[in-house]
């Protein structure tokens, strides 16, 4: 392997790592942290839910963005976006300041994803490619496991408040996109990427089941948790706990 494509497939797995440290924080403490601190009921839960979903909504406006931006730089810059979503969120214990920070995560999350698989599918080979995404998985798997863990340790053994877990997470994370982004080089494109959005007529059982995947996750992911902590009073090592298992 070329040491370009090492290089290359080392960043893809090191912003692989970044991404679900930061995020998996926040969405262990979003619930917790909105309600017993903002006040939250079920319904400003479900605003805030529906606007953390317009950004993957308007996610292809990407194509947009990439028009005066490299794709490897704006990867990183929407990476960047998520962290500093997550970092100050604690700073913003209201019900405007958080619809605000959930929105700017948000932007940074789904900007991120979209951008990771097409750089995915440009730096790394086809027949490279099924073992390089199982090894991403596992580094985000690796990621999640250690932020749960973090997570439980330093709010029940330090008994930090949210403020602090939400800047710690999210700072450590913006200290580590700087570094990403100060350590690697540009690389140069050698597949001219569309700058326009592309729709297959044949891909539409692929669109009908991702638009069933994000209705599944909102119904099934994020009102369980709501209910668990109001009804059931469950804490938040509970979850982290719950999500460690």
Request: hydrophobic content about 50%; charged content about 15%; some cysteine.
């Amino acid at each position: 392997m070329k040491a370009m494509e090492q290089q290359q497939q080392r960043l893809l797995l090191l912003m692989a790592f970044v991404m679900p440290f930061s995020f998996s924080v926040w969405m262990v403490l979003i619930n917790n942290f909105s309600i017993d601190v903002a006040n939250f009921t079920g319904r400003e839960i479900g605003i805030l839910q529906s606007l953390r979903e317009v950004p993957g909504f308007l996610a292809f406006t990407v194509v947009f963005a990439l028009l005066p931006i490299k794709e490897q730089r704006l990867a990183l810059i929407s990476l960047l976006t998520l962290a500093v979503g997550i970092a100050i969120t604690g700073l913003f214990p209201s019900v405007a300041g958080l619809y605000f920070t959930t929105v700017l995560m948000s932007i940074g999350f789904h900007y991120f994803e979209t951008l990771n698989q097409s750089l995915t599918l440009q730096w790394v080979s086809k027949d490279q490619t099924p073992a390089f995404m199982g090894k991403a998985l596992a580094v985000k798997g690796a990621a999640a496991i250690l932020a749960y863990a973090s997570l439980w340790v330093l709010y029940r053994w330090l008994e930090l408040d949210y403020l602090w877990l939400y800047l710690g997470f999210g700072g450590v994370s913006v200290l580590a996109v700087v570094y990403l982004m100060l350590r690697y080089p540009l690389f140069p494109t050698h597949h001219e990427q569309h700058k326009h959005l592309v729709l297959r007529r044949r891909y539409w059982l692929y669109y009908l089941l991702t638009f069933f995947s994000g209705a599944r996750r909102q119904i099934f992911v994020v009102f369980p948790l709501y209910r668990k902590i109001n009804t059931r009073n469950c804490k938040l090592f509970c979850l982290s706990c719950c999500k460690l298992r």
